[in-house]
């Protein structure tokens, strides 16, 4: 299976300070990270840092010896020191290589051959026909050679700012069970859940309006569940919920 | 039943930046108030910010008006306007008196009388002999009197450094039900805990040591679980384990 989450653009909203901003956002990419993840959405919920969201969690995703190709100095990346790293399988630290081994790399063209960075004290030669950020699996190590490859373990997230409110984006995701986070939704315990199988949503409200609130009635939720039952505070974070929801959902699923 | 939380004065052994320091200790403080722990124990384990993790958890579970009252000004709290409020029950807002209604208070002698600022208006006379911060039920509201009182809803959570390792700081807290996480421990889906009565602790390792390798074999646990089975990232943080596993329990208690 395949877990999708659906944060709002609005995140932010309640937090003005730039380096807790950032330090916020690494938290849902820790979250992800942690309980693996696949597909992070950001909808649209009258925020307006979508963008910001976007790319902190992409740079936080992208394996540290990657990120000077891929991310040019930005206003949005001043303060990304102050998140943790994920340190998940698909962050490989410099080592000898060694053959079969997958790594994430960044391929181009220099002159008739394509070469790629994986992080390596050399680059190496790529057999097959790719460019940009791709994964690979090392083939030979003298002359060092890669082909493109399949993960075999989790291999981080992908982030799509959708551009739509949560309705709309949930569609796009075409999930096979879609799950709502709600104070007011049914006690969690309550509840007979299928198995998690396939392409598995759960979406979040924003800091001042709920899931429910933002639906606008346009999406049939399979489940609406509260999973903070009794919850001692007026209010939980959509970060907090995040990891608190993910942590829970991770012992009921069963792959 | 009541929770105690055990966390290291190493808490934040990896974070330089002060406001990031002050806003993890935030997330320790909001995490414990959301799922309704009652103490928070801080042990010894080589770190240098027991105080200060202690002043800023004690602060942020002082109702808003009562900070002036029972904080001077410190170099500690330089930065607590970036944690988020908590908002629990005893957080209670400016209003009307009214009769029965239970808040927290600073009471103060003045004259031959004792006064209370319960957060209104104007002060509140105390009927019975008691000073410093307490629990009070308004029995009249004019004049506006108060008696002191127990809560009954959640009430905060007291803050203990204990200035000693883990293993004599668990047994300082005469527990009924001691766990402890650790990555190495036994899924959590694959024990029958008893109820959860008395009280129960808690423990969470250090950045970079877990619960057992700082517990030196002095205590024994009833339970050393693993609450985030197949976790993706190489580490968890403490943080971030003490909001999952709450999560979880807060679904295995039944009172």
Known sequence: ??????????????????????????????????????????????????????????????????????????????????????????????????????REGYAF??????????????????????????????VSTRPLKVVPAKPVEYWGYRVHLSGKPLAKTLKKAHLDLAIATSRKGRDVRKVNLPPLEGEVGIAFGSPRKGVMELLGGEYEFDFVLNTIPNQKTKTVRTEEALLATLAIFNLIRRD
Chains 1, 2 share one sequence.
């Not at 190709?69 to 994920?86: A, K, S």
């Not at 063209?109 to 030669?125: P, Q």
């Open 109 to 138: 063209r220099k002159g008739r051959k394509i070469y790629a960075d994986i992080g390596l004290d050399e680059l190496a030669i790529v057999e097959g026909n790719i460019e940009g950020r791709a994964t690979f699996r090392v």
């Open 1 to 102: 299976m395949a877990w999708h989450v659906f944060i709002p653009d609005s995140l932010l909203e309640e937090t003005d300070d730039p380096k807790i901003r950032t330090y916020k956002v690494g938290q849902v990419a820790r979250a992800c990270a942690i309980f693996g993840v696949e597909h992070i959405w950001i909808y649209r919920a009258g925020g307006r840092d979508g963008k910001f969201i976007k790319t902190v969690l992409e740079y936080m995703e992208t394996p540290q010896y990657l990120r000077k190709r891929l991310f040019p100095l930005m206003p949005e990346l001043r303060y990304v020191g102050v998140v943790p790293p994920l340190r998940t399988p698909h962050h490989k630290l410099k080592g000898k290589p060694k053959v079969g081994e997958i």
